[in-house]
Nanobody, 115 residues
Framework: QVQLVESGGGLVQAGGSLILSCAASGYTSSIRDMGWYRQAAGKQRELVASISRPGATNYADAVKGRFTISRDNAKITVSLQMNSLKPEDTGVYYC?????????WGQGTQVTVTS
């Protein structure tokens, strides 16, 4: 099993910045892709950004140029730097890691962006 713990959510004004972090524990060997998803009220969960073990990144069009995902393979952590936040970025953000054919999820952290 892999346990994921997120931190860094909160309330911020539009144009502001937040950093989300996620740390893995448990059976963390062979973790490959890491990513962040978000779910706004009444909407489906969507991919925000992902990063492969070698460091290749992928971003949702809505966040390109504003968000940056990074990982530390030694510490088994993944972070999401969010700049120029918009009210439409509001939602619960979930950390995701993939290991041995299975997805693992964090408990979610709320991000609220006010206009």
């Amino acid at each position: 099993q892999v346990q994921l713990v997120e931190s860094g959510g909160g309330l911020v004004q539009a144009g502001g910045s937040l950093i989300l972090s996620c740390a893995a524990s448990g059976y963390t060997s062979s973790i490959r892709d890491m990513g962040w998803y978000r779910q706004a009220a009444g909407k489906q969960r969507e991919l925000v950004a992902s990063i492969s073990r070698p460091g290749a990144t992928n971003y949702a069009d809505a966040v390109k140029g504003r968000f940056t995902i990074s990982r530390d393979n030694a510490k088994i952590t993944v972070s999401l730097q969010m700049n120029s936040l918009k009210p439409e970025d509001t939602g619960v953000y979930y950390c995701n890691m993939w290991r041995n054919g299975r997805d693992y999820w964090g408990q979610g952290t709320q991000v609220t962006v006010t206009s």
